[in-house]
């Protein structure tokens, strides 16, 4: 049986461990939290359009009208304004926010867009939830409309629970983004007021030297001898620590032109299915959709040989291989062509239509869509080349040294 000395002890020891805890982890913890949130407020953009889109299909009602005139066009923000999130908050950490001591300036404005669409993202779901809870318990608790929601809970095999349901969880998803965004205020906050604390600088290293409390020694290269009187930097020359920099990539990977070359990868899967996939859902004459054909097909084929060469270029990369830079600017010609191909042709087919040019079955991409498309296209397209550019520059540096040492 324990004493109360021992649970003293006991307690003592797991609190200091606790604070230690959230003291050295809370900042991977805080990147951890914005990555669930910012994907859990996508996946119920995503849902929240769904859950309505089957009405749609029933005809010209109450509710489907409702989602056509209303519903939709806030679903539409609610997607993009969460997908930018789930995109800010990969290139946060892509740039090493969540585990950089220090902050640079592109860590304080990725993370200040971060801290931004979190924001906006919980006023405009929590604005956008509530209007829609509304309207739609208005039209729901209207008796003239229950064997319309009588035959759509048939369809999709929901209820009038289900509907609430619905609801609840978008005021969940919004709890957890605001969650997010305080812990993000926190982070900001917290690397501002570190950059206020008196560090040493390189000024203040070789005031040192000068005065003699740094001893440099020319003659040899060896480990860092400290004493208790003085510190020996046992270096040929200052250049050598750019050297020991270099050195350290031929054990380190090359995490930079890794995680860019991927994160294209998600770009430019997201935007694949953006443009093949469009429709509004209408099951009627007036329905707007990409009608699958030979094209579709092919860019199909060639979107699946775009994400395995840049997978495949992500791991080569990641170990410091020259002649996959040119292959990933080769990938990001190639999508550049691809732009023009099925998401142009598509948006041409729409503004055709919407023209009174083409009189055929209405079909096309519209110009809402083909923008985020392109857009999406284009910053894959980015990464990928600023992923070639990181690594030609890395290995060549790495190439002259191992040279320099005489191993190649």
Do not use: C
């Not at 805080?30 to 996946?43: C, D």
């Not at 800010?88 to 950089?100: D, E, P, Q, W, Y």
């Not at 054990?251 to 899967?269: D, E, G, M």
């Amino acid at each position: 049986m324990k004493t109360r000395t021992q649970q003293n002890n006991f307690f003592s020891n797991f609190w200091s461990r606790t604070k230690f805890t959230i003291k050295t982890k809370w900042q991977k913890a805080s990147f951890g939290l914005f990555l669930v949130a910012s994907i859990v407020a996508f996946l119920y953009a995503i849902g929240f359009g769904t859950s309505w889109s089957i009405s749609q299909e029933m005809g010209n009602n109450a509710v489907s009208n409702y989602v056509k005139d209303t519903v939709n066009s806030k679903n539409i923000l609610m997607f993009n304004l969460s997908l930018g999130l789930v995109l800010s908050v990969a290139f946060s950490m892509l740039f090493g926010s969540a585990n950089r001591t220090k902050y640079y300036l592109t860590n304080f404005i990725t993370l200040g867009i971060v801290l931004l669409l979190f924001a906006t993202v919980s006023i405009v779901y929590i604005i956008t939830i509530r209007e829609v809870e509304t309207s739609m318990l208005a039209l729901l608790n209207d008796p003239a409309n229950a064997s319309l929601w009588e035959r759509l809970f048939r369809i999709n095999g929901s209820s009038a629970e289900g509907v609430r349901l619905t609801f609840k969880l978008g005021y969940a998803a919004s709890a957890l983004t605001i969650l997010a965004n305080l812990a993000a205020i926190g982070v900001m906050v917290q690397k501002y007021l570190y950059l206020n604390v008196k560090k040493e600088t390189y000024s203040d290293v070789m005031r040192k030297i000068e005065l003699g409390q740094i001893e440099v020694i020319q003659d040899k290269k060896s480990a860092i001898d400290f004493d208790s009187e003085e510190i020996k930097i046992d270096v040929a020359q200052l250049t050598d620590i750019e050297d020991i920099k270099v050195d350290k990539m031929r054990y380190q990977a090359n995490k930079s032109s890794y995680w860019l070359a991927l994160l294209s990868v998600v770009l430019l899967a997201i935007a694949g299915f953006m443009s093949i996939t469009y429709s509004s859902f209408t099951n009627d004459a007036n329905e707007l959709r990409v009608n699958p054909n030979y094209q579709v097909a092919i860019d199909i084929a060639l979107l699946i040989i775009m994400l395995l060469a840049t997978f495949l270029g992500a791991e080569k990369m990641k170990n410091y291989q020259k002649k996959w830079s040119i292959g990933m600017f080769v990938l990001a010609v190639i999508n550049v062509a691809r732009i023009f191909f099925v998401p142009t042709i598509f948006h041409n087919q729409y503004l055709n239509y919407i023209n009174n040019i083409d009189t055929v079955a209405p079909g096309g991409l519209p110009t809402s869509r083909y923008i985020i498309v392109v857009i999406l296209m284009v910053a894959a397209i980015a990464l990928q080349i600023a992923g070639g550019v990181i690594n030609y520059i890395k290995t060549t540096k790495l190439e002259k040294h191992i040279r320099e040492l005489g191993e190649k």
